[in-house]
């Protein structure tokens, strides 16, 4: 390989000194790590109150409402002790929804939708230092509330009701996708989505998605104690479900 000049090297240190420089005054900062902003034995006990009202969650139709109802208040115990508006607001959002625990008729699809999204997105590690809680708390707190609010149209479809329909369902779709490509396929966390599916989708007579998810069920249950040949076969099926549920959902949301 031919010498480069000396002249064509001082050029390009001068070309790239600029960035070189930027670089090295940002590395510092990329290194440092993020300050906490809660004490960690606090952090761990907001973590494990959402993990224990997850499962009550999941467990409420042989468990009851009451175990729900107890976890949610002790989620916002520690949000009182943290003393952050984001934090509480979360907390007092989630209260809100046991007040109509014990209603006519129980909660209703849309308090449903939006407490299972909640749920299923706070226990996530990390807790009160997770990168994007400040986001999540105030999305959340919203929709909760939002879901609480009666509906504009009554007797008819709920605009509103469809879109966190949609919402709900992408999410799942994307978690059931994940588990179908991890080694060995997750297959209980496939039978929970596709049931929780088959269920808000018959709450709301979202008849379509409730016969797919019902299909789809169908090829997720053969997944057990099967063959490795049969679980590439399988699999193959559940993605075509996956993805004419996908295209279905995206009709429903124009």
């Not at 929709?143 to 919402?167: C, M, N, T, W, Y």
């Not at 590439?232 to 559940?238: G, Q, T």
Request: glycine share 4%; aromatic share 6%; proline share 5%.
């Amino acid at each position: 390989m031919a010498d480069i000049p000396e002249k064509d090297l001082e050029g390009t240190r001068a070309a790239l000194a600029p960035t070189l420089e930027a670089t090295a005054a940002i590395l510092p900062w990329v290194a440092k790590p993020q300050p906490v902003r809660f004490p960690p034995e606090l952090n761990k006990r907001w973590e494990a109150a959402w993990k224990e009202l997850a499962d009550c969650w999941h467990q409420r139709q042989t468990g009851g409402q009451d175990p729900v109802r107890a976890a949610i208040f002790a989620v916002l115990s520690i949000a009182i002790e943290a003393n952050d508006v984001d934090c509480l607001g979360l907390a007092e959002a989630l209260a809100s929804t046991a007040d109509r625990f014990d209603a006519d008729g129980g909660l209703s699809p849309r308090v449903i939708a939006a407490l299972t999204a909640t749920i299923e997105t706070l226990q996530e590690p990390g807790g009160l230092e997770h990168v994007n809680f400040v986001t999540r708390a105030q999305h959340f707190s919203q929709r909760i509330h939002q879901s609480l609010a009666p509906s504009r149209k009554p007797g008819e479809r709920s605009d509103v009701l469809d879109a966190l329909f949609v919402e709900d369902t992408q999410e799942r779709l994307e978690r059931m996708y994940e588990s179908l490509i991890v080694l060995p396929i997750d297959v209980y966390a496939l039978q929970i989505d596709c049931q929780e599916l088959i269920q808000q989708a018959e709450q709301i007579e979202m008849w379509g998605i409730y016969h797919l998810a019902r299909q789809l069920e169908s090829f997720v249950v053969q997944l057990s104690d099967a063959s490795e040949a049969t679980q590439d076969a399988v699999r193959s099926e559940i993605e075509k479900n996956l993805d004419t549920l996908a295209t279905a959902l995206a009709v429903i949301n124009g």
